[in-house]
Structure formats: C-alpha cells, structure tokens
C-alpha cells in the first residue's frame, strides 16, 4: 500500500495516529496493518455478489486476498464491472481496490473446491470522526454556525479532488526509485 499510494498511505496513518491518540483504549487488530477493519469470509465457496462498499471512503482502498483450493483458470475470478475487467483470482493472491467506488464481485468455483477471502479495509465513518473532532457527524454538522457550516460545505464540495489528489500517478512512482 506504501509503495503504490505513499500519500494515501499516509492520509490513513495520520487519522489512525490521531485515533488511537485520542482513544488510548482502542487496539489494533494487527500492529503491522494500516487497517483497523477485517472481514473474513470461511466459505467454503464464498461467492461475493456485484457491490459496492458503500461505507468505505469514496478513494479509500480495500485489501482483499484470495485464500483456499481452486483452478483460477475456471473460476473464483475478481470481475471489476465499472473497468469492464475479469481478473485471474489465484490463491494467497491480494489486490488493492476502491471498493466504495468500483462494483466487484467474484465467480463461482467448481463444487468440490474451496474459495476463502480475508478483506482488510478501514470504514469511512473513522475518518469522519477523528475530522470531526472525534464526535458523530450529525453531532458536528448540528454544532456548526452558519459561517462554519458554509465553509464545512465548501471543503466537502472539492472533497473529490482532495482525495484523487492522494492517488499516484505513474511519474510520481518512477521520481520516487
């Protein structure tokens, strides 16, 4: 994640800092993870239907890895529908995607193999909470004046662009070797 998304990566470690900061009672799931959620899905033939993860960040990314026994060639693809792409799923195989944002699923396996998934994300609502001094959204859109709540619109109005700004582009890669 560090090396292909370096201000992303960032973008997440400074919330997560400021989180656990806040809230010295919180633990990590795994202390070398920049993810704080996990999903595990024990099949034994899990099929993900076309989704979104509607409650992720709209530029956050989702780490998903094929685990179990299976012929990539037949089955247990990722098909990312919004790129029009069928993707060779093999098992211990991880791809990083905006989940909140590209429509994915998986195909079916063939009956007597097994297809697992572990899918580590972190969820849009932590990064709204630690933005909004550590208080629901509705607690801080509410508390707002009417000058701060016009300028909170503006900032969400560019917030597109803030966070394709945090994805890499091929030369920021290669400046960076």
């Known amino acids: 994640f560090a090396t292909w998304a370096p201000s992303l990566f960032t973008y997440y ?5 400021d989180l656990l900061l806040h809230d010295m009672t919180l633990i990590m799931n795994w202390m070398t993870s920049i993810f704080v959620c996990a999903t595990f899905n024990f099949g034994p033939r899990t099929l993900c239907f076309q989704h979104t993860d509607s409650s992720n960040l709209p530029f956050s990314w989702c780490a998903i890895t094929a685990l179990g026994q299976f012929d990539y060639c037949l089955g247990g693809h990722l098909v990312l529908w919004d790129l029009k792409l069928v993707i060779n799923f093999l098992p211990g195989s991880m791809v990083l995607i905006p989940s909140a944002i590209l429509r994915h699923s998986n195909t079916t396996i063939c009956c007597k193999e097994k297809w697992y998934s572990f899918t580590q994300y972190m969820a849009g609502g932590l990064f709204h909470w630690v933005d909004y001094s550590y208080q629901s959204s509705e607690a801080y859109w509410n508390g707002l004046n ?6 909170a619109q503006a900032e969400r109005e560019g917030w597109w ?3 394709l700004g945090l994805f890499s582009r091929l030369h920021d890669l290669k400046s960076m070797r």
């Not at 470690?13 to 800092?17: F, G, R, S, W």
């Not at 009417?146 to 300028?151: K, T």
């Open 13 to 17: 470690a400074q919330h997560l800092h």
């Open 146 to 151: 009417n000058e701060d709540h016009l300028r």
């Open 161 to 163: 662009k803030f966070g």
